[in-house]
């Protein structure tokens, strides 16, 4: 079994900084690509960034400048660096990966950090 667990999300003042942790555990495992997707009450769900396993970034629109999405293969973890924090961005955070075990792709969920911008 594979288990994806998020991190680092809090309350930030506007033009703040915080950054978010992806980590996924287990064993006998690849961890293939890796996106941040965040839910705001009563929106539906939306990308924000994507990783490939070879480094290959994509952004939203919204929030291209101002987060960085990164990753280490060694630690089968992944950060969302966001900057200059505006209270629109204020969601539910959460990790989607794409994980090869027993030579198959499953797509696996994280439970979600809050990030909440509000002076």
């Known amino acids: 079994q594979v288990q994806l667990v998020e991190s680092g999300g809090g309350l930030v003042q506007p033009g703040g900084s915080l950054r978010l942790s992806c980590a996924a555990s287990?064993?006998?495992?690849?961890?293939?690509?890796v996106g941040w997707y965040r839910q705001a009450p009563g929106k539906q769900r939306e990308f924000v960034a994507s990783?490939?396993?070879?480094?290959?970034?994509n952004y939203a629109d919204s929030v291209k400048g101002r987060f960085t999405i990164s990753r280490d293969n060694a630690l089968n973890t992944v950060w969302l660096q966001m900057s200059s924090l505006k209270p629109e961005d204020t969601a539910v955070y959460y990790c989607?990966?794409?994980?090869?075990?027993?030579?198959?792709?499953?797509?696996?969920w994280g439970q979600g950090t809050q990030v909440t911008v509000s002076s």
């Open positions: 990783i490939t396993s070879a480094y290959r970034t």
């Open positions: 287990g064993s006998s495992f690849t961890l293939a690509a």
């Open positions: 989607n990966a794409e994980i090869n075990l027993d030579s198959r792709m499953w797509p696996y």
